[in-house]
């Protein structure tokens, strides 16, 4: 049984920085791709970064690209979010994914991902 468990989540100012986590549990993770996603009230769960587990290629949102970085310890099974710049349009639930078997060109596609986290609450505001 896959396991995903978000951590970090907080209230941070504008410009501030925030890095939250994802312990990984219950399978072997070496063809799966890790990724991040938030959702906005009203708004859809869209992608923000993924990181495949063996070879660490990446992919970001546009939105946050220069200012977020994505990283996998594979010891430690934990996949990480570093948040730089943050913005009161980066408020959101965080969500941590896991698909199996993804190449790189479904990377950002939402639904090669099986497994979910419950979220953790990312807050931007003064």
């Known amino acids: 049984q896959v396991q995903l468990v978000e951590s970090g989540g907080g209230l941070v100012q504008p410009g501030g920085s925030l890095r939250i986590s994802c312990a990984a549990s219950?399978?072997?993770?070496?063809?799966?791709?890790l990724g991040w996603f938030r959702q906005a009230p009203g708004k859809d769960r869209e992608i923000v970064a993924s990181?495949?587990?063996?070879?660490?290629?990446?992919y970001y949102a546009d939105s946050v690209k220069g200012r977020f970085t994505i990283s996998r310890d594979t010891a430690k099974n934990t996949v990480s979010l570093q948040m730089n710049g943050l913005k009161p349009e980066d408020t959101a639930v965080y969500y941590c994914?896991?698909?199996?078997?993804?190449?790189?060109?479904?990377?950002?596609?939402?639904?090669?991902?099986?497994?979910w986290g419950q979220g953790t609450q990312v807050t931007v505001s003064s």
């Open positions: 994914a896991a698909g199996f078997g993804i190449i790189l060109s479904s990377m950002s596609s939402i639904s090669q991902y099986d497994y």
């Open positions: 990181i495949r587990w063996s070879g660490g290629a990446t």
């Open positions: 219950g399978r072997s993770f070496r063809n799966a791709a």
